[in-house]
């Protein structure tokens, strides 16, 4: 059986450790692995003396050897017989912790801020390596304030409980399509004119209106949590716009503009502008919408 079709889910195996985080970075075979590894002079070979000439022919022999102990690595249960040379070259080139690898924390990350972020929080990995990625990008501020909006509000606590209200309505709703289908593939076996077909296929009704009834709880569930989050985003997007005096802005634009169109109406001599309009847009980050004269 071929590596990448063995089953891979028991964590407690340090070759399924390496495995998930070797495929994470890309490599889908140990040949691939070895190759970098070996090129990048992270682990070395030793070569019998005058057995091969040609660089191609040690390059080749040393990436197959270096591959063999990648296969033994990957399906050992423990990490007893891998070398420290191969556990540091693993670490450095897949950018994972040893601590990982030998199942000690479940977080892959060597950055021991992430992982302690990750288990004081009980947030996954990949939620905290995005706020700190994101953190750079997010020049207006948007992606942080939004889920420290949500997380400050009483949605906190109330989408997760949500979230198990939804699931065990959904569990339901799978419940009786698997009691239809069944029912439906068991009478598909039987005669129709016996009378356990005509019993049997008498609950197909009932079984039909139990997956409506929780279908539409399931998407009445639904439509509760989108509305909760449209309205903390509603109340965010009120909150950030009186702090950014949107409408002071605008308002005193409006006005210069109108004052404008009115003097040259009445062909008098328009109003100097005001300096607090006269501020280049990028300035702080305000950008005055498009006014158009009708």
């Not at 990995?125 to 994101?134: G, M, N, P, Q, S």
């Not at 979230?163 to 289908?181: C, M, N, P, R, V």
């Not at 409506?212 to 439509?223: C, D, I, T, V």
Request: net charge negative.
């Amino acid at each position: 059986m071929a590596i990448r079709t063995e089953d891979h889910s028991d964590l407690k195996k340090f070759g399924n450790r390496l495995w998930y985080v070797m495929t994470g970075k890309g490599y889908t075979t140990p040949r691939a692995l070895a190759t970098s590894l070996y090129d990048q002079q992270l682990v070395s070979v030793k070569s019998k003396p005058g057995k091969y000439t040609r660089k191609e022919d040690i390059r080749k022999n040393a990436i197959s050897s270096v591959e063999k102990k990648i296969v033994r690595h990957l399906h050992a249960d423990a990490a007893d017989d891998v070398q420290g040379e191969f556990l540091l070259a693993y670490c450095r080139h897949l950018d994972c912790s040893s601590d990982y690898l030998l199942g000690l924390t479940n977080v892959t990350s060597g950055d021991i801020e992430v992982r302690r972020i990750c288990e004081k929080t009980g947030l996954s990995e990949k939620a905290i390596v995005h706020l700190i990625d994101d953190l750079e990008r997010d020049t207006q501020g948007y992606i942080h304030r939004c889920w420290s909006s949500l997380m400050e509000s009483e949605l906190y606590l109330l989408l997760p409980f949500d979230y198990g209200a939804l699931y065990e309505q959904y569990k339901d709703t799978l419940h009786f399509q698997a009691y239809i289908s069944a029912t439906e593939k068991a009478l598909s076996e039987c005669p129709p004119e016996s009378f356990g077909y005509n019993f049997e296929s008498i609950k197909i009704s009932t079984y039909q209106k139990g997956e409506r009834e929780h279908y539409s709880a399931y998407y009445g569930m639904l439509h509760k949590i989108a509305q909760d989050v449209a309205e903390q985003m509603g109340q965010l997007t009120k909150v950030q716009s009186e702090e950014d005096k949107i409408m002071d802005r605008e308002f005193e634009h409006a006005l210069y503009d109108a004052k404008v169109r009115i003097a040259i109406a009445n062909n008098e001599t328009p109003p100097k502008k005001p300096a607090s309009l006269e501020r280049k847009d990028d300035e702080d980050g305000f950008v005055f919408n498009k006014h158009y004269i009708i």
